[in-house]
């Protein structure tokens, strides 16, 4: 569930502390800054067009005055009953509800007063900001025009930074030829940037096409995903993220298919086939629905007709539960069968042309014998 970022000092103290190491980092390394970041800790900058909300990393608490911008994550579930649990707390600049049992946010206007993170006004976007985030200049430890730094909102792409702290993508790329963003402040070295590919960004994260090219955090087992790499796991089944890669007949890891607990690879429940696995011609033996407690595909009972006789001579084969499929097609011996009499089978195949003439039997040629042999108007 996304919120809107909640400053403190503590964690003024903590971003600074992380600034500097980052750029300590960047002295020595001389090389592309990215990281894995809480995106619900890093404000925003911007307004509309410019928040999180897209990607896999996030659920996105849907806006009704452009709270944290677009990009149209998943929906927040909530009651009436459970609007702080669901989506968030109240403070001077958004006010949350529960509309349709979906999680919605308001702004106050900019400009109202607030007390939250040592603020004073509101930015009409949900956030309590600084005096100096919202004056249209570049000041205090800002990296570009209002915005990066400790206490201003995160800066978007082509905006000046200093560290992945003061970027929303989460990548901080070293400036070319004093290029560092126009009108960056003094501590910015660089420009932020959107990351193309998971290389670029810290183990545990990824980069999410989503969300802009935002290095997002990799999510946890069950949450909701559609490709491997936004799992920590690496998997990505049934459109969450599974412990393992579930791959097999009947295995399934969301809790709609199993009935059990999603994010753990299980079989489907019997008696469905959510994933079409199963065939049911009567060839197979199968029944076309999943066993329920093996991975398989459950099986017809035996005695089942599974391919019914073919011509006089032929047996209909039936299903044996303890093996897979029909078995092989077979025929009678030299007896009697269904031939007209006095010919009988000759052991050879199924068909009419396999019912022939026994010993002691009037015949016209050889191949209307068993013997193969007509002497004489008599088989051999």
Same mark, same amino acid.
């Given at each position: 569930?996304?919120?809107?970022?909640?400053?403190?000092?503590?964690?003024?103290?903590?971003?600074?502390?992380?600034?500097?190491?980052?750029?300590?980092?960047?002295?020595?390394?001389?090389?592309?800054?990215?990281?894995?970041?809480?995106?619900?800790?890093?404000?925003?900058?911007?307004?509309?067009?410019?928040?999180?909300?897209?990607?896999?990393? &996030?659920?996105?608490? $849907?806006?009704?005055? %452009?709270?944290?911008?677009?990009?149209?994550?998943? *929906?927040?579930? /909530? @009651? =009436?009953?459970?609007?702080?649990?669901?989506?968030?707390?109240?403070?001077?600049?958004?006010?949350?509800?529960?509309?349709?049992?979906?999680?919605?946010?308001?702004?106050?206007?900019?400009?109202?007063?607030?007390?939250?993170?040592?603020?004073?006004?509101?930015?009409?976007?949900?956030?309590?900001?600084?005096?100096?985030?919202?004056?249209?200049?570049?000041?205090?430890?800002?990296?570009?025009?209002?915005?990066?730094?400790?206490?201003?909102?995160?800066?978007?792409?082509?905006?000046?930074?200093?560290?992945?702290?003061?970027?929303?993508?989460?990548?901080?790329?070293?400036?070319?030829?004093?290029?560092?963003?126009?009108?960056?402040?003094?501590?910015?070295?660089?420009?932020?940037?959107?990351?193309?590919?998971?290389?670029?960004?810290?183990?545990? &994260?990824?980069?999410? $096409?989503?969300?802009? %090219?935002?290095?997002?955090?990799?999510?946890?087992? *069950?949450?909701? /995903? @559609? =490709?491997?790499?936004?799992?920590?796991?690496?998997?990505?089944?049934?459109?969450?993220?599974?412990?393992?890669?579930?791959?097999?007949?009947?295995?399934?890891?969301?809790?709609?298919?199993?009935?059990?607990?999603?994010?753990?690879?299980?079989?489907?429940?019997?008696?469905?086939?959510?994933?079409?696995?199963?065939?049911?011609?009567?060839?197979?033996?199968?029944?076309?629905?999943?066993?329920?407690?093996?991975?398989?595909?459950?099986?017809?009972?035996?005695?089942?007709?599974?391919?019914?006789?073919?011509?006089?001579?032929?047996?209909?084969?039936?299903?044996?539960?303890?093996?897979?499929?029909?078995?092989?097609?077979?025929?009678?011996?030299?007896?009697?069968?269904?031939?007209?009499?006095?010919?009988?089978?000759?052991?050879?195949?199924?068909?009419?042309?396999?019912?022939?003439?026994?010993? %002691?039997?009037?015949?016209?040629?050889?191949?209307?014998?068993?013997?193969?042999?007509?002497?004489?108007?008599?088989?051999?």
């Amino acid at each position: 569930m996304r919120r809107l970022p909640e400053r403190s000092t503590s964690r003024r103290a903590r971003l600074g502390a992380l600034t500097l190491a980052a750029i300590v980092l960047l002295m020595f390394e001389g090389c592309t800054l990215v990281a894995s970041i809480d995106r619900t800790q890093i404000p925003h900058v911007d307004g509309a067009g410019h928040g999180h909300g897209g990607g896999e990393h &996030s659920s996105g608490v $849907p806006t009704s005055s %452009g709270v944290g911008g677009s990009g149209g994550g998943l *929906a927040v579930e /909530c @009651t =009436v009953e459970d609007v702080v649990g669901a989506c968030g707390l109240d403070t001077s600049c958004r006010k949350f509800a529960c509309v349709d049992a979906t999680c919605s946010v308001t702004a106050a206007p900019a400009g109202t007063p607030c007390s939250e993170d040592n603020g004073i006004a509101c930015d009409g976007k949900g956030n309590c900001l600084d005096a100096h985030c919202g004056n249209g200049a570049i000041d205090g430890n800002e990296t570009d025009l209002d915005c990066g730094g400790t206490t201003c909102l995160a800066c978007v792409n082509g905006r000046a930074c200093a560290s992945l702290f003061d970027c929303e993508s989460g990548v901080c790329s070293p400036a070319m030829s004093g290029a560092a963003g126009a009108g960056g402040g003094p501590m910015a070295a660089g420009i932020c940037v959107a990351c193309t590919d998971s290389f670029q960004c810290a183990p545990g &994260s990824y980069c999410d $096409p989503k969300a802009g %090219g935002t290095c997002s955090a990799r999510l946890a087992v *069950a949450q909701k /995903c @559609t =490709v491997d790499d936004a799992c920590a796991s690496g998997h990505c089944v049934d459109g969450i993220c599974c412990a393992t890669s579930c791959i097999g007949t009947c295995l399934a890891c969301h809790e709609e298919k199993t009935g059990k607990a999603s994010g753990l690879c299980e079989p489907v429940a019997a008696g469905i086939d959510p994933d079409s696995e199963c065939p049911d011609s009567p060839m197979s033996c199968l029944t076309g629905m999943c066993d329920g407690s093996s991975g398989v595909c459950a099986r017809t009972p035996s005695g089942t007709v599974c391919r019914p006789a073919a011509g006089p001579c032929g047996l209909a084969e039936l299903c044996d539960d303890s093996v897979e499929g029909c078995p092989a097609d077979a025929h009678a011996g030299q007896t009697f069968g269904a031939c007209a009499s006095p010919k009988v089978c000759d052991g050879l195949g199924p068909g009419e042309d396999h019912c022939k003439y026994p010993s %002691g039997e009037m015949c016209n040629d050889d191949v209307d014998c068993i013997s193969g042999n007509c002497s004489n108007g008599v088989c051999g």
